[in-house]
């Protein structure tokens, strides 16, 4: 009598082993994992598809190539951004700057123009009953709030009120702009209500390249772009890239399990079972 594989009556039949306190040890599903890496401190990469392949890109940043622009190359599973110039970081520029009372002066952190406005206004009532310096979130605008009248204030008391590191907004001053030292004999003089917007500034100039630029020639290549996806977070699109390379990593394979997804089994003991 021919004699018939068990598979062959029974295609859904699984060998599972139990260890020493008799649990199953069967394999179980793990989802696929996808590939990531960062380039040039800011960007982002995600691999396009999942898996542990994708362990084997590799994107780089090459810098003075030559040409007449910045280009990409892809070779197989290499991604190569190249930038057409030496990386040079932009300068020659400004800050804006704003002049109180002649008495000091206030400096914007950031080259270039700015639409940052400063006001000294008194005779307001604040949350805390005492005199207050609020920015404004959506612009960054700075108003000196004073709960007195403006004859009752001096050039130091606004200087004071702008450099004292106990208070709640001192914090928030220092990512907006610095203040400069009193002029000599100005200290003592009647403050003034005040409103005007930073000017002066210039911006930089001459960079050679942008972190947007080399995102940019990733997503806009159809071979790169099949590869891996790039994020980047447009506060950091204007800044200078670095000579990098990275190489992703953290992909992972599928796992499938012992057992089909949904369905009763029948357990058998081998021992008991003839023939199989």
Known sequence: MAQVDSAD??????????????????????????????????????????????????????????GSANSIAVDGNNIEVRLQETLTAASGGSPSTLDYNSSFTLTTLNNGGTTIDFHVVDNIATTSGQDEVKINASDDDV???????????????????LTDT??????????????????????NLQAIEFSSTFSNGSPDVNQSATLQEVADLI?????????VSVTLDSAKANDLPSVDSEQLTGGADATIADLDADSQYVLLKIDEIHGL
């Open 219 to 227: 997503t806009g290549s159809a071979e790169a772009s099949a590869l």
């Open 166 to 187: 106990t208070t709640a907004w001192y914090a928030g001053l220092q990512n907006i702009f610095t203040v400069g030292d009193v002029a000599e004999n100005t200290g």
């Open 9 to 66: 009556v029974f295609p859904s039949l699984r060998t599972i082993s139990t260890n020493s306190v008799g649990d199953l040890q069967e394999i179980t599903s793990v989802p696929a994992l996808r590939a990531g890496g960062v380039l040039s401190t800011d960007i982002v990469l995600s691999a396009v598809e999942l898996g542990a392949d994708a362990n084997n890109i590799v994107v780089s940043i090459v810098e003075n190539w030559g």
């Open 143 to 161: 108003s000196v709030c004073l709960v007195g009248d403006i004859s009752t204030y001096t050039n130091q008391n606004i200087y004071d009120l």
